[in-house]
């Protein structure tokens, strides 16, 4: 009880102080309509195409927008040594590491819920056809992005090159997860019920999320007391 | 001493290679479907089993290090991967080149090159992550973790990719999948000599990284002097 209380303070902490200065949500917002804009110029949009690979456009757009929330994850702390005051808080490290995942994956599933409309307003693209079932898949994937990324913004907190390590370590790892994510939002976008094959990759983005939640949270002592 | 023992098992692997690519080249005849070409599954698929091998000893490493604390084990990681990720290097050249011959392009999203290529690259990103880190213990700690997080991807990562590919066409590799005892036999006659390559490479970077850290370790000392 005390372990999900301390992880609820801290996710409270961190949207209070993203949501009083707004630096990382309102890069990652801008960021991702800039790379929806883009997308417009690599192929004719107005297509049929367009839908049969939303699901590939979206979480390659949640994913760019998502590193910009996970690298002020853990280097926000860094400015008169909070993250030196947070280790040596009562708080347990995989408590502190819950919270700030909470709080990313806040952040973040609120830019994909603006970027949504966008996209579909941008692409004649009707998407609220499977709405539930949607949002869903969007909890899911996101969460298994924040975890991985929450991870590794932990682990390249101090490293010079952060912004660059962040990506190129978080994206061939989360390729499962990601192409999990990109299957069910095409086909949920498209209009398909989840069911068939559909389950299979939902249990797999399940899975992901488990076993990689399970692994950063028993690792997540090592990476930020050593 | 080990100087001279690494040097010996480094000739012995010379000699087998050798003695191996003779009997490739001149007493195995040629495969009934593809000609010449596929001898070069000799050097890809046991290139492949190291490559793994060398995941597995990584992650060993890792945890051993994460649980004693011990540099030594860091080194073995580092050492084990950086073979390992040439030996992945391997396989997937030749593997481009058996492709050009035989499917006529050199690059193919099939299941097992994908797997490949993403399991490469993660690797490749530990590599990276190691060079990004100054202190010695950071690093190592860092890098452990890492590396435990990519092995614990690679299954899910084959499992994903060969689930998403049975919806697409798929390029035809062997008809059943069949293959001459002689050539089975081959195919692990040839992995000794490239496992004892492995071994005596892996060697040789581990005493590099162990020097390294002395040397960076002194000259930290001189600058505090």
Known sequence: ?226 | MRQKVLFGLCVLAAWLVAADIAVILLVLPDEAAQGAIYRIMFFHVPAAWTALLACLIALAASVMYLITRNLRYDALAVAVTEVGLAFGAVNLITGMIWGRVIWGIWWTWDARLTSMLVCWLLYAGYLMLRHAVEEPTQRAGTAAVFSIFAFADIPIVVFSIRWWRTQHPQPVVWGGGAMDSSMYRMLFLNWAPLLLLFAVLAALRMRQEQAQREIDALRRQAHAL
């Open chain 1, 1 to 226: 009880m005390n372990f999900l209380r301390q992880a609820w303070l801290i996710a409270c902490k961190d949207l209070r102080a993203e949501l009083r200065t707004k630096e990382a949500i309102n890069a990652s917002l801008s960021f991702a309509l800039v790379i929806l804009l883009l997308f417009s110029f690599a192929f004719d949009p107005n297509s049929e195409q367009t839908r049969e690979i939303s699901g590939g456009l979206l979480w390659i757009v949640f994913a760019f927008a998502g590193a910009l929330i996970l690298n002020r994850s853990f280097a926000r702390e860094l400015a008169n040594d909070c993250l030196d005051a947070l280790v040596a808080s009562p708080v347990s490290s995989a408590a502190l590491f819950l919270g700030k995942c909470v709080a990313n994956v806040t952040l973040l599933l609120a830019v994909e819920l603006v970027c949504l409309p966008v996209f579909g307003v941008f692409y004649n693209v009707r998407w609220t056809g499977r709405f539930w079932p949607l949002l869903l898949v969007l909890a899911l994937g996101t969460w298994g992005l924040t975890v991985v990324g929450t991870m590794f913004s932990a682990l390249t907190v101090n490293l010079r090159l952060r912004e660059l390590m962040l990506p190129t370590l978080v994206y061939p790892l989360m390729i499962p997860g990601l192409m999990a994510a990109i299957q069910l939002t095409t086909a949920l976008i498209a209009g398909q019920p989840l069911a068939g094959g559909l389950y299979g990759w939902l249990k797999l983005l399940a899975g992901f999320d488990i076993i990689f939640t399970a692994l950063a949270l028993g690792l997540v002592d090592t990476v930020l007391v050593g």
